[in-house]
């Protein structure tokens, strides 16, 4: 079976501090894809990344990076010099080889100080 | 990148009366989309599979009889909650899927039912 847990329910910090977002999924397929979205006040889910089980390599775009480790399941997210603009609840999902149902974590609220 | 419209965006309604939900693929076709249910502060949960032109297929728990979804066309898939009550006053989410597997979500209808 399929699950993704985001272990921090709730995260404050102050502005311009770095963040990190956990993520520890769990599957059987070998072939698999990870995704993280932002889901602000509004309600609109904004897609940030997916990464297939075949590409370990981090990635940066501006402020944000994930880090993938399959040896530890995990596929954490970074906001570097946090702004109070990313406040929202971010989710990591999983889907499986054909992509279809993705199944979310329970997300992480994230509160950005000013 | 692919645009998912849903219509209405929220709506308040009477216990015991039905609402139809549209989800729409503005600039592609959508042999599949999916409704995912969301309730405040929680998840989001899948609640079933839409393809078009066949029967839609649903997660476990939920009422296929309560949550009628019709993928009449390939632009246009629709969630009618039957005999609405207070319960099912959630968030509601659809997704569509387009070749290449990527999903693309809506914006969310917002369901309030007195």
């Known amino acids: 079976a399929q699950k993704v847990t985001q272990a921090q329910t709730e995260i404050s910090v102050v502005e311009k501090e770095d963040v990190t977002l956990d993520c520890v999924y769990e599957?059987?397929?070998?072939?698999?894809?990870l995704f993280w979205y932002k889901q602000p006040p509004s309600g609109e889910l904004v897609f940030l990344i997916r990464?297939?089980?075949?590409?370990?390599q981090n990635e940066i775009s501006g402020r944000y990076s994930w880090n993938f480790q399959k040896s530890t399941s995990s596929f954490n997210f970074t906001i570097t010099a946090s702004q109070v603009v990313d406040s929202a609840v971010y989710f990591c999902?999983?889907?499986?080889?054909?992509?279809?149902?993705?199944?979310f974590g329970k997300g992480t609220r994230l509160h950005i100080l000013p | 990148g692919a645009v998912v419209s849903q219509h209405p965006s929220w709506v308040i309604c009477k216990s015991g009366t039905s609402v139809k939900i549209e989800c729409r693929s503005l600039d592609f076709q959508a042999t599949t989309m999916f409704w995912y249910r969301q309730f405040p502060k929680q998840s989001l949960m899948l609640m079933a599979t839409s393809n078009e032109g066949s029967k839609a297929t649903y997660e476990q728990g939920v009422e296929k009889d309560k949550f009628l979804i019709n993928h009449a066309s390939l632009t246009l898939s629709t969630l009618t909650v039957t005999s609405a009550h207070p319960e099912d006053s959630s968030f509601y989410i659809c997704?569509?899927?387009?070749?290449?597997?990527?999903?693309?979500f809506g914006p969310g209808t917002r369901l309030t039912v007195l």
């Open positions: 599957t059987r397929d070998t072939t698999y894809y």
């Open positions: 990464r297939n089980s075949f590409d370990e």
């Open positions: 999902a999983l889907s499986g080889p054909r992509d279809d149902k993705i199944i």
């Open positions: 997704s569509a899927l387009i070749q290449g597997n990527e999903q693309f």
